[in-house]
């Protein structure tokens, strides 16, 4: 019921910034939560950030606290995802995604409308 569509991955150094976003089409954006989630090459997607659909409840995978801010605009029908002092061990391919029904999780397994993802490499 709504299309999602990530942009802004790419090659960047150890210590380095990249600005990830996800554009919605279709019917229905603000209604839900959404959130940002990677997956690396040969392990499971894990959940990077959540938001709630007003924006005013945050959730941060642990080792992204601190260096990651994920912000949604629903008049713009957008979601980001600020990196700051990016690792080697954040190389993945990134997607957002939003659950199907009203309700806020932190969990994987809940959401279930999903981008086509973003390659995200950092270098050592």
């Known amino acids: 019921q709504v299309q999602l569509v990530e942009s802004g991955g790419g090659l960047v150094q150890a210590g380095g910034s990249l600005r990830l976003s996800c554009t919605a089409s279709?019917?229905?954006?603000?209604?839900?939560?959404m959130g940002w989630f990677r997956q690396a090459s040969g392990k499971e997607r894990e959940v990077v950030a959540t938001?709630?659909?007003?924006?005013?409840?945050?959730d941060y995978g642990n080792s992204v606290k601190g260096r990651f801010t994920i912000a949604r605009d629903n008049t713009k029908r957008t979601l980001t995802l600020q990196m700051n002092s990016l690792k080697p061990e954040d190389t993945a391919v990134y997607y957002c995604?939003?659950?199907?029904?009203?309700?806020?999780?932190?969990?994987?397994?809940?959401?279930?409308?999903w981008g086509q993802g973003t390659q995200v490499t950092v270098a050592s």
């Open positions: 995604a939003t659950r199907s029904i009203p309700g806020y999780s932190v969990f994987v397994k809940e959401y279930t409308n």
């Open positions: 279709g019917r229905t954006f603000s209604n839900y939560a």
């Open positions: 938001i709630n659909w007003s924006g005013a409840t945050i």
